[in-house]
Each structure stands twice: as structure tokens, then as C-alpha cells.
């Protein structure tokens, strides 16, 4: 009876911060999985994202809420931040992954400093109502804390998938991951579609930052534990895929939870990267990934 | 790629123009009068929030400067950025004593940092005073080492001691430990857990958890299975602030009646904003809170000029935590250097383990492993937290100490109850 | 490249001054600062066997530094083992786990690869965090006999011994790059198949390249814990090596040994020097602008930014022949 | 009739659903001279692929020199003999010409203490040895496809595969490297040609065979090969007479 | 009004290699012209200047249409496509995952002033009824013939002046080839589409063309205008076997 108790408990906390992850991890399965640019700063772009949250949550604005209308000039800084890396890789003919990495490093230690010289290095959280408060069904309990930013994930997921399947937008998108000169021949510019790629996942990390701040305070250093995690969870899910990026997080939170619960909480993160490092060991594409 | 030899000179003498560049550019500074301080902040990476220390430090030497120097010359001070990193220190350190010739040192913010400095303060035989570090001194045993946190003579072990003694006086016996996996909780976790078995409690609950985890719902649910009376928490500000929200969110169960101890974190105005109410019933280790049993001299004052720097400078609103010890530890210094009217770090030291020191956080005496003889890390209760504003934390009553005994200003609540 | 008498002569003489300078320089803090520098030399060239020569990119620096690290930590403590049987424990044990690695690389590429790697720190640092005998999070004190007279204390010491260490490293990255191994490991690093067809066995290869670095990288952790006295996870599992060990190379060049050399030698000297001047949270945004600029003006680094300079077409393709 | 250097036997190749290869049934002379043709797509590269190694068939088997090699590695087919160019070059970028043909002789290990001679005489032969030291990605198209012969040269191989190892080059160009494999063949080396350039298979081939999604469908001398009406179909279409 | 597409003196190559030498063609409205060649020899090269993949190196192509003159040498792809010439190209380029309907619509998507998308689509479906009962179904599934349907009521979907084909008959079945040819041909025929059209079968391709321009190595070497192709087709056949 405990043990069910314990492990219904663990399976929905595990998805729950599954859900988050995959939240985390959005962008870059769009960046990353999609494009192919390595963006390691991708992270830093989260906490600043939580960082603009939480000073308009300062105002009194719910997070989420702020988040969502903050996705529009993050959508704008994606396209700028693209249109630089392009200019510096991409036109002229080169530019390889031990490039883009650095440059992306790069790019993550200044938003970080930019963060610490913006607002200091004091851990910053937000204030809404429903923080401290769980929902409880049966002998499941989930704080809000999680479960809110929780459920934004599958509505993001079904936004992004409605916007993939059902507008042309979406489709260039998709189309701009398999051949760029297919775009080209049906008379869209397929660079325009990947600076558009990569505000959107800017965009993204505006959202993933109002729920990593919902479950907890943030500084300006957070993203260098996020780093790991986010990748392990796209490469898992095989890079690109959408659904994918959601199973894979929650896999791994799951993961995590049993852990935490069952072994020791200390053991967690290394059993998330052990999952990671068996699943490319056997299948390397990726948990849904199409062969290579 | 073909590099001939010219070129390869030329580069060769750029990096030794490099390397000797802090040489030159830090010689011409070292012709100065001033009596030099030194030691290395983090200023970023994971332990940046601690950076106001350098308010304490700033503080004390402008205090000492305001007043005339010591021994006719102004202090100053050198302080180099460590980024939090242990590595980093060895070099900063070797910088300050070999090449700033600092007179004076202070070490780096906490146990993991300074440990690498104390073999070569005990090498060059240089008088150090640790900076909330715990159990530094130990093993190298160091007797130019001079703390200032008021752990104790004990650290290690009694540092949270005043916890086991307020479940010993209110007679709980069923006791969990819950601690990160850092350095410091570590330490008091291991401490706490033989301070309870010393004492005859029982242990039900013993555990460690990674440092990012933010769900405490799996180690609450398990918490509560195992029925304690009393849970010694020991944790970082990320987590501890998780494990307050999960506190309300998931509970902790009828039989607990003391919950806290070793949380670092609640000392923080951001956490204390953040948390507000849900921090009521909390019993927390603290090193000053403005109670009326703790008025030190000169604390307030320092407390309002450090509140105003530090708004500026978008650190710590409150200060409560380092910096007073910061400029205690200057303190430290400047009176022994008063007292002897010396530089000469023997006589110094000397005179510090034989005289007690009048400072802002009490008056204070060494052991021979340079501790204070005395314990006075308080345990103070939130209670009657309302809202978040920031303001409440200034008054006294918010913040109720429990122990140590003499600087007691109230008595425990039980956990349900205070926060009820 | 440089002639083999040339490099012996200089290395010899590099070497030789090196055990001469605790004699000269009295200032301990050079040898800190110096420590540093070649610590990276040693990590960056070890990195670039693998990274540069063969083409597979390691993320994951700071788990082999990391094993170095507390293998030699461990040894220390346990056995109270003398520091040369620390680097070589150290390095053997780097040897294998690039071994590990390397078994991945029969099956994935790319930046898959890279991402394992990234796994790997954070699987060992889990396991060390674990592990009682290694000191969890608290790590371990390591305070060691006193060294030889002659170094006049620690710091020259590990400064001599992480010298030789550099020096090796630098020796074997050279004889690599002009025998058939660094040949094969750059045909690899230019085309698969074609090595194959060529007769290079590129599975065996990718294994002995990984190894090779692998165990480089892991002797350069070796002397760290008599350098600072205590080890613990965060600083030697840290990012910042991971980071260092591929912006040095990028950042010298990474065809050729004297890139990484280049790399750690600038890089690590600004660091160094940063850390002590500027010292603050510009410290850091000034590495993060200097990594950005250079990748922009210089992907090639500083050797193909000079050879550029020199040689003009030297290593641009010729341009189109005109059309009849 | 003397026994086969290489048999391919029923050998196929299935990419996931796709047949990209087969059954393809083809025996290989000592020295002799064969020409692969087909359109694009048609799976001469993937029958040469399984050929050299960098393939494994799907089903049949590989017999070389005697010898099963069906699922044995590529480096270790070169070492049996077999080399190969590709259709785009794959120059092994930042080493010299010499160095390139280094590769091979390192791990093939022919007289490896004359090794330096060998490259040497094989520059030489390919009219390469004035670049001996320039780095690949200084050399022309022309020499790129050089370098890639003499790399495939330089161990004395018994079979050479050259994948479409004239195109993009001039007339004159053309013939100069038809007449270099002309000269390797003379001394006792197999070669199979694949090819799109037609005037140059038909003049070097003794035998040429035409693929066309992934079978075989004509086999001959150049002069009945372009004779074959199924040759004519694949390359000109049906001709039909107008309504 | 004089209507066509003119390519002057072009050459191009990639990197060392030159690939075209000083090509010049022109395709007139209405026309269907043809591109023969083996493979290698530039066609594809030269249908890829015109849509601007490759950047000639030298000469100019000029689109002539209602009085204007364009210079598309110096375009990007997109741009040449929006302007109203529509591409089949060389391996098709679908997008394998996407549907038949939006590849179609990713193609139809854009604003160019010309036509109504939802009306070209009827038409292609109405051209293809095999794409319309296939429209749900990714294009990765189809069949070869079907995909260059798809392939080229994708190029209709851009609503072109203009279209160039790109060898599509390359990997088909015989009976396919027909089909594929037949329904370039139809276009031209019914819906008075310009076309020039690469191929490599040549008797069928001379037969639907007005005009065929014979490639080899880079250079026309040969122009065939309608009806005297049977004369000519024996020696043209052995010269690109390379008999002759």
C-alpha cells in the first residue's frame, strides 16, 4: 500500500518535472533538432527569459501571462541573435560544430555577466497565488508550483503542433529541417524561415523561463545545471522531434523520481545521463529519431 | 602551417610579456604607504550571492581610515574575484602574499574555498581570519588562524548544537536529517547526527540529496512515513526554498514539532520576500537578528549604512548574515594591530588568542585553533510573518531567538502551532 | 612545421630551464599562475588528439581531468602513493575510460558524440558525490610529503612536475601529427570512407585516439590535488575546463600541436592575468566577447589567422579558371 | 579461362524498403577493363560500395582473389588489394600531396622503408610531382583527381574501382587520365570504370555493363552495348513512331 | 510583345571546375524546348543558373516578359521562383515527411499577385488525380512517378510564366516515362506553358519539343529543331555514346 502510495506519488512528480523539462528543453529541439546550430547558450536565454518575468512579475503581472506577451520581443532578439550568427557562420560558407559551440559559450557568458551586471547575483523568484498550494487526488499530491507550469508544456506542445501541421509557417519550418532547397523551389527564403526557426525558440524560452521561476527562485547562473539536462533530452528524443522532446522529458523526470524515492535522492542526475548514455550506446538516433 | 623561428620568438615573447605583466603593473602599486588587506570575494559563479561581504570589508576600512588610520597608515584593500571556484584560489592567494606583499589576510567565503588556502597560510606562517568557514583549521591546526563566524570551539560538531538542545529541553526523541550534498551541509549534517546520538535520540531518517533537486515531494512523503519529532534540515538557498513551498504544498505531518536547523537561505531578504508566511514556524540557524537581546555595539549603524550601499549595488537588502562578520573580521585585525602597536603577525596572534575583541557581532575570544570559545549561533523562530514585505524582517519579534540561553528572546512553538 | 632538432633543442632547453627557475625566480606566485598555464597546455593538447587530428569533439574534458583528479587524490590518501605514481595511475585510468568513450564513437557521430561526453562528467561526478572512500561532496584534504630541496617549495615543485607533463604531452602530440598515426587520425577527420579505403582500420584508430587523449587529459589532473591541497567535485569536475579545453585549441589552431600550445598559452595567460587585474564580473564577460570575437575573425585561430596573413592563397582553394 | 579476381554473387542492397541494389550477378578478370554505366540512381555506386567495403549487401556474397569477403572491413579489402577513388574527392585536407599518399602506405604497409620513393615515382608518373608539397586544398580539379588515383596507386593495388574519375574535366584532361589508367592496366591491374563520360568508358572498357535500377541489363563490348536497345531505352527513351 | 527567357553567353562551375562554357539558348512563350545531354555533361547546371543555385561565373540570363526585362543572374532562388518561374528539379526536392497537399501548399502559400491558389490546386488535382486521392499520404510514400507528379504540380503551385523541368524521367519505368512526358507536354499544349525541359530520353523528348538543344561537355553542340530529328537522331545517339 505505501509502496503504490509512494510510487503513484513519484510517477506524477516525475511527470510533472518531465514536463517542465521538456518545456526547457523546446527551443532546442527546434535549434538544435531542427536547424542543427548547437546553441549552448540556449539555457542562459531561459534565465534571462525567467529574469524578465520576474521583474514583471515585480509589477504585479502574473508570470505566465507576462511570459506570454514577453514572447514577442525575445521572438525579435531570436531573429537578430540569428541573423548575427548567420552573418558570422553560415553565409560565408562555413562554421563547424567546435565553432558554433564556442561561439555559443561565448554568447552564454555574457548573458550571464549581462544578467549579473542587470540585476545582481540574489537569487530572483516571483509571487503568485497558487505557489505553496497543492492539488491533491486521492493519495496523489502535486504542488501547483509544478503542476501549473506542467500543463503549459502540452499546450505549448499542441500550439506548436497546430502551428507545424496546420499553417504555412509551420510547414516552411518544417520543410526548412529536411531541405532548404525544397523551400527555395516553392518560393520561400529559406534563411528567413530559420531566423523566423529561431525566434520562435527564443520565444520559447521566455515561456520555459516563467516555469522554471513558478518552481523556483533563479540566478543568474542557473542555466550552467540546466545545460546538460536540456541536451540529454533532445538528443534522447531524437534530435527535431517535437513529441519526442515531451516523452523523453518525462521519461527522465520519472526517472529521476523513482530514483529520489526509491534509492536516494543524491543518486538522481546521474541516473538521467546514464538513461542518456544506454539509449545512444543501443540506438543512437535517438529515442524517435529516424535513422541517421 | 608553417610557424618559422622569428615568428615563434615573437610569440614567445608576447606570452612572457604576458605572464610578466602582473609584475610590472602591480610593482609600481607596491611602493605605497597604506597597510594592505587582502583576499578574494565571488564575485560570481555559484557562491556570487556572497559577494556583499565586500560591503563589510569597505566598511571596516573606511571606519579605520575615518579614524585615523592604524599605526598612521591607511588600510587598503586588495581583493581579487575567485569565481567561486577552488581552483582559482591557490593563485589569487600566492598573488596577495607574494607579489601584493599584503600585510593582512582574509580568507575566501567558506570551507570548500578556503581549504586550499590553509596550507599555504600555514606555510608562510600568516595570520588568516576565516570567513564563515567551518572546520578549516582542524587538521592543518594553524595557530595564526582566527574565525569569524561564532560556530564555536566546536564547529563542526555544535554549530546547529542549539537545535539538538531545544528538541532535548522540549523531550522529542524521533529525529530526521535531511542535508544537501555540499561541503557545509554535509558537515553539519554528520555533526547533528552524532550530537543526536550522543544524546540518546533516536535517528529515523538520515538522508543526502543533490543541491539542484527543487522536489522535495518524494523526501517529504517519506518524511512523514517515518513519524519524526523534530527535522534538521540542512540546505542551500535554491533548495531550501524548495522545501518551504513544500512544506505547504505537501506537508509534513501531525508529529512534528521543531522543523529547520541548518537552512541556509531564510537569512536572505530575496528568500525571506519570497517565502513570507510560509516560513512561520521555522526554526533556523541565524547569525544576527534584530532582537533586542542581540544589541551589539555598533551593529545598527553599520546595519544603515550597509542598507544603503547595498541597494545601490543590487546585492542582499538586509546584510543580517556576512557582512557584519566581514567587518568583525576586520575588526579582528585592526584592534589587535591597536593593542600592539605592531605589523609583526606573532605578536598579533598572540595578542588575539589572549585578549577577547570588542566587535559589532559581540565580544569575542579565541581558542588555540583559533574558534570562538564561545558557541553563539542563534536559533531563531519565524513567527508571526505576514505578507511579503520586506520591512517586517527589521522588527524585532518576526525572528524570535530560542538558544543559545543567554541571548534568548522567546520560547518554542511547536511547528503546527506557529504556524496555524 | 618546425624541424625535429629544432623542437628537441627547444624542448630540451624549455625543460631545462624550467627546473632552473625555482633558483632564479623567487616569487612563488609565478608558479602558481604558471601551473595553470601548462595544466591547459597539457589538457589542450591532449583535447586536440582527439578533437583536432581525428575530429570527434569532447565535451566532456572535465570527467577525464576529473579522473585524473581524484584517482590520483585517492591514491594519495589510501596508499600515500609518491606523485609519480599518481600521473601514471592517473593517466592509465584516463586511458580507459577513453577507451569507454571511444566504444561509443563505433556507433555514433557527430554531435551525438559530443553529448555522451557531456554525460559522462555528470555520470562520474554523481559517482564521486556517492562514494564515501573519495570524500562526497566535502571532498579531500591532500596534503602530501614535502617536496625534493631542490624546488624550494610545493608550488615550484608541481610547477617542474606539470612542465615535464606539458612537455611530454607537446613531445607526443608532435611525434602524432607527423607519423602514420596523426596521419591516419586526419585522414579520418577528412573522410571516413576514404580512410577505409585507404587502409586505415578507423574504428581501432578512433579507439587509440581517445585513449591517447583521454589519458593525456587525465594526467593533467594528477598533480592538481598536491597543488591545492583538497579536491572536491564542483572544481574538478568544473566547466570551465570543459569550456577552456576546446576555446584553446579553436582558439591557436587545431591542425597543428603548436595551435592548442598557442591557445593555452594566450587564453590561459588572460586568464590568469584577469583573474588578478580586472577581477570582477568582467573577468568573465571579457573571456565571453574574446571566444565570440574570435570565432568570428579567426575560426581558423591564430596559426591559420597567421598563415592566412602570410600565404594569402596558401590555403584557399585556387579560383575558378576562367572560361575560354 | 583463368579464375576470377572478384565474383559478386546475387548480391543485394536494401536501404530500409528501398532496393537500391540487385540481385546482381558479375565475375572480374585479372586485368581486366570494365565499364559500369547507368543513370543516375541506378546503384552503380552502391554496387561498388559493396564491392570495396564501405557497404555490407543485404544478401549474396563477395568472393575476391578466392577469399569470402563479403562482411569483412574496408581497410582490410585495401590491404587484400583493393583500391578505390571517389566520385567527389576526398582529398585528406590539411596534409601535403606526399602526405596524402602517405595514408595508404602507412597502413597498407608496401615496402614501407622506400615508402618515400614509392610516392615519389607515383607523383611522378601521374605528373603530380611538382606539387609534392603544396597542401591538398591549393590543388585544381585536375589534380584533385590525380591525387585521388595516386593514393589509390601508390600500393599496388589488383583491382582499382575509379568512381566517374574524369568528370568535370576538360577533353584534354580526359585523356590524360584515360591514358594513365590505360598505362596501370597494362601492368596487370583490373579496372572497373564508372563513368558517365561516354566516349571515355567505351574507349577504355574491354567489357562494359549497364545497371539500371539496381540490375543489370545489358552486359557486352562498348560497340553491342550501344547497340543494346535496352541501353538505347535507358539513355534515349522509347522511340516510337509518330502518330 | 516577345515574350522569353534568354540565356547570354553563361558559364559556371563549381570551385576549379567549369562546368558550362559560354551557353546561350532562348525560350520563347508557348515554347517547350528541350535540353538533352547524358548525364554530366551540365544540364542540370545550366536549369540550376536559371534558378539561381548556381551563379554563373560570366553572362547574363534575362527573363523578357510584358515588357520588362529581369535580369536573374545575381537573384536568389526564392526571388526567380516568385517571379514566376517555377521549378522540377533535379531528384524531385520533396519534402518526404510533408503530405502531398502541403507540399502543395507550402508551394501555393505565398502572395505573388498571379493566380489563385485554391484554383491551381483544383487543377493540379484535376491534372493528377492520383495526387488528389494520395493527398492525405506523406510524399516520402509515394511512388517515383508519382512523386515527379507531385514534383511538378508543386512548380504549377507557384503560379509560373515559366517552368524549368529537370530530367523527369530519371529512375522511372518505362511506361511511366510516358506519362511523365505526356503531362509536361499537356501543360504546354493546353495550358500554353513555357517550358525547358532537361531530359535524357531523348527520342521522346525530341518528339514533344519544339526546339532541342544538344549539351555535351558544357557547349551546345548541336540544335534540333522539330521534325528533323529522325534524320539526325542515329548520329546524335552515337555521339553521345561516345561512338562516333
Not at chain 5, 536559371?50 to 560570366?58: E, H, K, M, N
Amino acid at each position: 500500500m505505501m509502496l503504490i502510495d509512494l510510487a503513484a506519488n513519484a510517477l506524477a512528480s516525475g511527470a510533472a518535472l518531465g514536463s517542465i523539462y521538456a518545456l526547457l528543453a523546446m527551443g532546442l529541439a527546434i535549434t538544435f533538432g531542427l536547424l542543427h546550430v548547437p546553441n549552448v547558450a540556449h539555457p542562459a536565454i531561459v534565465v534571462a527569459g525567467a529574469y524578465a518575468v520576474a521583474l514583471a512579475n515585480g509589477y504585479g503581472a502574473d508570470p505566465l501571462l507576462a511570459a506570454l506577451l514577453l514572447t514577442v520581443p525575445f521572438y525579435v532578439l531570436g531573429l537578430g541573435f540569428y541573423t548575427f550568427y548567420s552573418r558570422a557562420f553560415e553565409l560565408r560558407g562555413r562554421g563547424n560544430s567546435l565553432q558554433s559551440l564556442t561561439l555559443f559559450f561565448g554568447v552564454a557568458l555574457v548573458i550571464e555577466i549581462g544578467l549579473v551586471i542587470a540585476f545582481g547575483t540574489d537569487l530572483r523568484s516571483v509571487s503568485v497565488p497558487y505557489v505553496g498550494q497543492s492539488l491533491s487526488v486521492g493519495f496523489v499530491t502535486l504542488p501547483y508550483r509544478f503542476l501549473v507550469p506542467a500543463l503549459v508544456t502540452p499546450a505549448v506542445i499542441l500550439a506548436l503542433w497546430l502551428y507545424l501541421t496546420r499553417t504555412h509557417g509551420g510547414l516552411a519550418l518544417r520543410a526548412v529541417a529536411h531541405d532548404e532547397r525544397a523551400l527555395s523551389i516553392s518560393g520561400i527564403d529559406p534563411s528567413s524561415v530559420k531566423r523566423h526557426a529561431f525566434g520562435l525558440a527564443t520565444a520559447l524560452a521566455v515561456l520555459a523561463g516563467a516555469a522554471l521561476i513558478i518552481t523556483g527562485p533563479v540566478d543568474p547562473f542557473t542555466d550552467r545545471s540546466l545545460l546538460g539536462r536540456v541536451f540529454a533530452v533532445v538528443v534522447l528524443a531524437g534530435l527535431g522531434s517535437i513529441p519526442g522532446t515531451l516523452v523523453a522529458a518525462v521519461l527522465i523526470g520519472v526517472a529521476e523520481a523513482f530514483v529520489t524515492t526509491f534509492v536516494s535522492p543524491s543518486w538522481a542526475p546521474g541516473v538521467a545521463f546514464a538513461i542518456l548514455l544506454g539509449t545512444l550506446g543501443l540506438r543512437p538516433s535517438g529515442l524517435f529519431g529516424a535513422s541517421r | 602551417m608553417k610557424i618559422n623561428r622569428r615568428e615563434f620568438a615573437v610569440l614567445g615573447a608576447g606570452v612572457s610579456a604576458g605572464l610578466a605583466m602582473p609584475a610590472i603593473w602591480t610593482g609600481a602599486r607596491a611602493q605605497g604607504q597604506p597597510i594592505r588587506v587582502g583576499c578574494s570575494v565571488s564575485l560570481t559563479g555559484a557562491l556570487a550571492s556572497t559577494k556583499n561581504s565586500l560591503i563589510g570589508y569597505e566598511l571596516w576600512r573606511d571606519d579605520v581610515n575615518a579614524a585615523g588610520g592604524l599605526l598612521g597608515r591607511k588600510v587598503e584593500l586588495v581583493v581579487y574575484d575567485d569565481q567561486s571556484s577552488p581552483a582559482a584560489v591557490p593563485g589569487i592567494y600566492s598573488k596577495l602574499v607574494d607579489v601584493d606583499k599584503v600585510d593582512l589576510l582574509f580568507s575566501p567565503y567558506g570551507a570548500n574555498l578556503t581549504a586550499t588556502v590553509m596550507p599555504l597560510a600555514k606555510q608562510r606562517d600568516r595570520i588568516i581570519i576565516g570567513i564563515l568557514t567551518l572546520a578549516s583549521n582542524d587538521r592543518l591546526k594553524h595557530d595564526k588562524f582566527f574565525q569569524a563566524a561564532p560556530w564555536g570551539p566546536n564547529g563542526a560538531e555544535d554549530w546547529a548544537r542549539g537545535f539538538f538542545d531545544l528538541a532535548i529541553a522540549n523531550k522529542l526523541q524521533r529525529i530526521a536529517i535531511i542535508a544537501a550534498d555540499t561541503e557545509f551541509s554535509k558537515t553539519a549534517a554528520a555533526g547533528g547526527k552524532r550530537v543526536s546520538e550522543a544524546a540518546g535520540l533516536k535517528v529515523v531518517m538520515n538522508q543526502v540529496y543533490p543541491p539542484t533537486l527543487n522536489d522535495f515531494s518524494a523526501i517529504l512523503r517519506n518524511l512523514k512515513a517515518a513519524e519524526p519529532e523534530a527535522v534538521f534540515l540542512c540546505s542551500y538557498p535554491p533548495d531550501s526554498t524548495a522545501m518551504v513551498r513544500g512544506l505547504s504544498e505537501i506537508g509534513v505531518g501531525e508529529s512534528v514539532k521543531l522543523f529547520g536547523g541548518g537552512m541556509v537561505g531564510p537569512q536572505y531578504a530575496s528568500l525571506l520576500q519570497t517565502l513570507g508566511p510560509a516560513l512561520n514556524g521555522i526554526v533556523n540557524f541565524h547569525l544576527y537578528v534584530p532582537e533586542p537581546t542581540l544589541k551589539f555595539q555598533g551593529i545598527e549603524g553599520f546595519l544603515t549604512r550597509y542598507q544603503a550601499i547595498a541597494k545601490e549595488r543590487q546585492v542582499d537588502p538586509l546584510g543580517f548574515y556576512i557582512p557584519p562578520f566581514c567587518y568583525a573580521a576586520g575588526q579582528m585585525l585592526s584592534e589587535a594591530v591597536k593593542a600592539t602597536g605592531t605589523l609583526e603577525e606573532a605578536k598579533l596572534a598572540q595578542w588575539l588568542h589572549g585578549n577577547p575583541v570588542e566587535t559589532i557581532v559581540g565580544k569575542i575570544a579565541f581558542n588555540e585553533l583559533g574558534d570562538w570559545t564561545e558557541r553563539r549561533v542563534l536559533m531563531a523562530q519565524f513567527r508571526n510573518i505576514a505578507g511579503n514585505d520586506l520591512e517586517q524582517f527589521r522588527q524585532a519579534g518576526k525572528q524570535v531567538v530560542l538558544d543559545p540561553p543567554a541571548l534568548k528572546s522567546g520560547d518554542l512553538v511547536p511547528f503546527a502551532k506557529a504556524r496555524a | 612545421m618546425m624541424r625535429t632538432g629544432t623542437f628537441a633543442t627547444i624542448a630540451v632547453l624549455l625543460g631545462a630551464a624550467g627546473f632552473l627557475l625555482p633558483q632564479v625566480v623567487a616569487n612563488p606566485y609565478y608558479f602558481y599562475a604558471g601551473y595553470v598555464v601548462l595544466q591547459y597546455i597539457v589538457i589542450a593538447t591532449g583535447w586536440n588528439i582527439l578533437g583536432g587530428y581525428a575530429g570527434y569533439i569532447n565535451f566532456g574534458t572535465s570527467a577525464f581531468f576529473g579522473a585524473g583528479v581524484y584517482t590520483s587524490a585517492y591514491l594519495m590518501q589510501a596508499f600515500e602513493a609518491p606523485l609519480v605514481v599518481q600521473i601514471v595511475a592517473a593517466a592509465l585510468v584516463g586511458v580507459a575510460l577513453g577507451v569507454a568513450t571511444g566504444y561509443l564513437t563505433l556507433r555514433i557521430q557527430g554531435v551525438y558524440f559530443s553529448i555522451a561526453t557531456l554525460a559522462l562528467v555528470v555520470v562520474l561526478e554523481t559517482v564521486v558525490h556517492n562514494t564515501e572512500a573519495l570524500g562526497g561532496a566535502s571532498g579531500l584534504t591532500t596534503i602530501g610529503p614535502p617536496p625534493p630541496a631542490w624546488f624550494k617549495g610545493q608550488t615550484q615543485y608541481v610547477f617542474c612536475v606539470m612542465l615535464v607533463l606539458a612537455l611530454l604531452a607537446v613531445v607526443i602530440a608532435r611525434w602524432i601529427e607527423t607519423s602514420w598515426l596523426g596521419r591516419g587520425f586526419r585522414a579520418i577527420r577528412a573522410s571516413e570512407p576514404a580512410a577505409e579505403s585507404c587502409g586505415v582500420p578507423t574504428l581501432r584508430m578512433k579507439l587509440i585516439a581517445c585513449a591517447i587523449s583521454g589519458g593525456i587529459i587525465a594526467a593533467a589532473g594528477a598533480p592538481y590535488p598536491s597543488y591545492a591541497y583538497h579536491v572536491e567535485p564542483v572544481s574538478a569536475f568544473g566547466l570551465l575546463i570543459a569550456l577552456n579545453a576546446l576555446a584553446m585549441p579553436l582558439i591557436g589552431g587545431t591542425r597543428s600541436w603548436m595551435g592548442p600550445v598557442i591557445g593555452a598559452v594566450l587564453l590561459g595567460t588572460i586568464q590568469q592575468v584577469a583573474t588578478v587585474t580586472i577581477s570582477s564580473e568582467y573577468n568573465i564577460l571579457a573571456v565571453g566577447l574574446l571566444l565570440i570575437a574570435f570565432v568570428v575573425a579567426a575560426p581558423e585561430g591564430l596559426l591559420g589567422l597567421l598563415s592566412a596573413v602570410r600565404g594569402g592563397v596558401r590555403w584557399s582553394a585556387k579560383p575558378a579558371r576562367k572560361p575560354a | 579461362m583463368t579464375a576470377p579476381l572478384l565474383s559478386v554473387r546475387q548480391v543485394e542492397k536494401t536501404f530500409g524498403a528501398l532496393r537500391a541494389l540487385g540481385p546482381v550477378e558479375l565475375d572480374l578478370r585479372p586485368g581486366e577493363r570494365l565499364g559500369l554505366i547507368g543513370p543516375n540512381g541506378s546503384g552503380k555506386t552502391t554496387l561498388i560500395n559493396c564491392i570495396a567495403g564501405l557497404l555490407v549487401p543485404t544478401a549474396g556474397a563477395i568472393v575476391y582473389a578466392g577469399e569470402d569477403v563479403t562482411r569483412r572491413p574496408a581497410h582490410k579489402r585495401a590491404r587484400m588489394g583493393i583500391a578505390r577513388s571517389f566520385q567527389i574527392p576526398r582529398p585528406f585536407t590539411g596534409m601535403t600531396v606526399l602526405e596524402n599518399l602517405f595514408v595508404p602506405l602507412d597502413y597498407l604497409g608496401r615496402g614501407a622503408g622506400d615508402a618515400r620513393a614509392r610516392a615519389e615515382g607515383v607523383l611522378r608518373s601521374m605528373r603530380l610531382d611538382g606539387r609534392r608539397d603544396a597542401p591538398v586544398e591549393s590543388l585544381s580539379q585536375l589534380e584533385l583527381r590525380k591525387l585521388e588515383l595516386a593514393r589509390a596507386l601508390v600500393t599496388e593495388p589488383r583491382l582499382l574501382i575509379a568512381d566517374e574519375a574524369m568528370a568535370g574535366l576538360a577533353d584534354s584532361e580526359i585523356d590524360e587520365i584515360l591514358s594513365l589508367l590505360l598505362d596501370l592496366n597494362r601492368t596487370g591491374v583490373a579496372v572497373i570504370m564508372i563513368e558517365h563520360i561516354m566516349h571515355a568508358v567505351m574507349r577504355f572498357s574491354e567489357r562494359v555493363i549497364c545497371l539500371e535500377t539496381g540490375r543489370i541489363i545489358a552486359e557486352g563490348t562498348p560497340q553491342s552495348i550501344v547497340e543494346d536497345p535496352h541501353v538505347q531505352r535507358v539513355y534515349f527513351g522509347e522511340q516510337q513512331n509518330r502518330p | 510583345m516577345n515574350n522569353r527567357i534568354v540565356l547570354e553567353r553563361v558559364s559556371a562551375g563549381y570551385g576549379a571546375v567549369t562546368v558550362l562554357h559560354d551557353v546561350s539558348l532562348e525560350v520563347r512563350e508557348g515554347e517547350l524546348v528541350a535540353l538533352l545531354g547524358m548525364n554530366g555533361n551540365g544540364k542540370s547546371t545550366l536549369l540550376n543558373c536559371i534558378l539561381g543555385f548556381v551563379r554563373p561565373t560570366s553572362g547574363r540570363i534575362l527573363m523578357e516578359w510584358g515588357g520588362r526585362v529581369t535580369d536573374l543572374t545575381a537573384m536568389r532562388p526564392h526571388d526567380i521562383v516568385n517571379l514566376g518561374i517555377g521549378a522540377v528539379p533535379e531528384g524531385r526536392r520533396l519534402v518526404p515527411t510533408l503530405s502531398v497537399e502541403d507540399n502543395l501548399s507550402l508551394a501555393g502559400g505565398v502572395r505573388r499577385g498571379r493566380g489563385s491558389p485554391a484554383e491551381t490546386l483544383a487543377f493540379c488535382y484535376e491534372t493528377f488525380p492520383i495526387l488528389r486521392e494520395r493527398r492525405r499520404q506523406a510524399a516520402g510514400t509515394l511512388s517515383g512517378g508519382q512523386q515527379q507528379m507531385l514534383a511538378i504540380a508543386r512548380a504549377l503551385m507557384t503560379a509560373p510564366r515559366f517552368m524549368v523541368v529537370d530530367e523527369p524521367s530519371v529512375g522511372l519505368a518505362p511506361i511511366v516515362v510516358d506519362q511523365v512526358i505526356d503531362a509536361v507536354k499537356q501543360l504546354q499544349t493546353a495550358r500554353g506553358m513555357t517550358i525547358l525541359m532537361a531530359e535524357q530520353s531523348f527520342f521522346q523528348a525530341v518528339e514533344v519539343a519544339a526546339r532541342a538543344y544538344v549539351l555535351s561537355h558544357g557547349r551546345i553542340i548541336r540544335t534540333v529543331e522539330q521534325g528533323r530529328e529522325l534524320a539526325d537522331g542515329e548520329e546524335i545517339r552515337r555521339t553521345m555514346m561516345g561512338m562516333a
